[in-house]
């Protein structure tokens, strides 16, 4: 059973009618939370989450089986898709779970103890209803009946038993990282899905979204269970649900993303960036080393490459990182392009300060929250004199798109206040700056402003696309942009501006 998108699953563990959380898996100094199990779910729900995950401790725990099921019927009335787990310990019990709303149900005890039972519930519901339970130990070991029994097998060799049964996905919980808010056994949950071939939903230790945004870029993990850093606030689900998001929405543009790219006018916007870049880098200039920061499948990185430069690449979708290493090798330029699948907020975790002699940030800050940080962290790992390279679209730009573009004057007038505008090829809001807004922002982080250019200060907003393709029509147009670029006021209102800032 494949998800198909990275999942969040917020926990609601009950007892007794109550929510109850942990603190690194001890079971005897849980504490309950004190918040109506409906209204956390109805919380969770409105915030954007899809599934939530339930666990009847009472069941799990072989006490009383009956007591939270009026409590999971209202929940599971809510509308969101329920996983279940808890004292599954016959095919009865698996009937009543999914008879009661629940979408899937999760099996653990039994799994070790009856195997049989896992094969007659995908019988009966098909594999996407049936996810297998592990909660194992720092050591592997598998532990049952609510972590109080030892099953004497290992997580792996239960995971690829099950795999043989017809399983296709397991939730792993690291029980030593339950409630500990120090982050995931990440390496334990990856290679569980290596050896067994079962695609692993983390559980365990998430406490902020570096944690989170670890284990959407690994292969294998489909998802993850938050609990009590959803509940002390420590992590914000709405946040997280739009960054999770925004992550599968560049990973499934790809194919648009890469016809977008051969339009003409995307053409010409790549040259016109290089062009400007080489203005600030010496002919002669020894390779240089670059990060090129959310650079997607890397068009900006290999043409740098090209020039004997060893790139960085940094972006959060493996799926555009895998793009650009098949460009680059294609291009012999593999040995100087290196990819590294993290969000860009993470850079100075991974590189150390003033590594960098150029650093890129192209058409990403429009799609990001807390631009600050990021800008920040870019600022820290470029060298004392480097040179950052900012490309964005322009807010000044968006009356004479519509304008011109959609002949629609009333959003024209309408654009003169409008800062988001939605992006058909990733399938998101894109926050439109300023120029100035930006250098401002970098003037604070110590940062001159050595170059404003203006990118397609003509080319979005005359003729056709079929004119500009025709090849003496292009040379006008090159030869008028070559000229505009830096020339004010007219780079201005260009589509895209490209910042060249010099770190002091």
């Not at 070790?112 to 194992?136: K, R, W």
């Amino acid at each position: 059973m494949l998800l198909n998108k990275f999942t969040i699953f917020p926990a609601i563990h009950l007892r007794n009618g109550e929510v109850l959380r942990f603190d690194s898996g001890d079971t005897a100094t849980a504490k309950d939370v004190p918040t109506d199990p409906v209204a956390c779910a109805r919380q969770w729900i409105e915030q954007g989450a899809e599934w939530l995950q339930l666990v009847n401790l009472d069941a799990a725990f072989d006490n009383d089986l009956d007591s939270n099921r009026e409590t999971i019927a209202r929940i599971c009335a809510l509308g969101a898709r329920i996983q279940y787990g808890g004292g599954i310990r016959s095919l009865e019990d698996v009937d009543r779970a999914i008879g009661s709303g629940v979408e899937r149900v999760m099996i653990g005890t039994a799994a070790v103890e009856n195997p049989q039972l896992v094969a007659q519930a995908i019988a009966s519901h098909g594999s996407e209803a049936v996810v297998l339970a592990i909660d194992a130990d720092a050591s592997g070991e598998v532990h049952t009946h609510g972590w109080r029994s030892r099953g004497s097998v290992q997580a792996a060799a239960l995971a690829i038993q099950m795999r043989q049964l017809g399983v296709t996905t397991a939730v792993h919980t690291s029980i030593q990282q339950d409630g500990s808010m120090t982050g995931a056994d990440l390496e334990s949950s990856t290679e569980l899905a290596r050896v067994s071939g079962l695609q692993i939903i983390v559980g365990g230790g998430i406490a902020s979204m570096k944690d989170l945004q670890a284990c959407f870029n690994r292969d294998g993990i489909d998802g993850v269970i938050v609990g009590k850093a959803l509940h002390s606030g420590a992590l914000d689900l709405r946040e997280a649900l739009q960054v999770t998001r925004r992550k599968e929405s560049f990973e499934a543009a790809l194919p648009s993303w890469k016809q977008d790219q051969q339009q003409v006018w995307n053409r010409f916007g790549y040259e016109l960036i290089e062009h400007n870049l080489k203005k600030h880098i010496p002919v002669d200039s020894p390779p240089l080393r670059i990060l090129d920061a959310g650079g997607g499948n890397g068009l900006d990185s290999l043409r740098l490459a090209r020039m004997n430069h060893r790139v960085e690449l940094v972006d959060i979708s493996r799926q555009m990182l895998d793009d650009a290493r098949a460009s680059a090798a294609l291009a012999g330029v593999g040995d100087r392009l290196h990819t590294r699948a993290i969000d860009i907020l993470d850079i100075p975790e991974y590189y150390d300060r003033d590594t960098f002699d150029i650093v890129l940030c192209h058409n990403v800050i429009q799609f990001v929250d807390d631009v600050n940080s990021r800008l920040q962290g870019l600022a820290d790992v470029l060298k004392p004199g480097g040179f950052i390279s900012l490309v964005s679209t322009n807010q000044y730009s968006l009356p004479y798109q519509a304008a011109f573009l959609e002949q629609d004057l009333d959003k024209a007038f309408a654009s003169l206040e409008i800062v988001d505008q939605y992006n058909p090829v990733f399938d998101l809001d894109a926050h439109e700056y300023r120029p100035d807004e930006i250098i401002d922002r970098l003037d604070s982080m110590g940062f001159t402003l050595e170059k404003h250019y203006g990118i397609r200060c003509l080319f979005n907003y005359w003729g056709t696309n079929e004119l500009k393709e025709d090849s003496e029509v292009y040379e006008k147009l090159r030869k008028l942009e070559y000229e505009l670029t830096e020339r004010y006021p007219y780079l201005l209102t260009a589509r895209q501006f490209q910042l060249i800032l010099r770190k002091n």
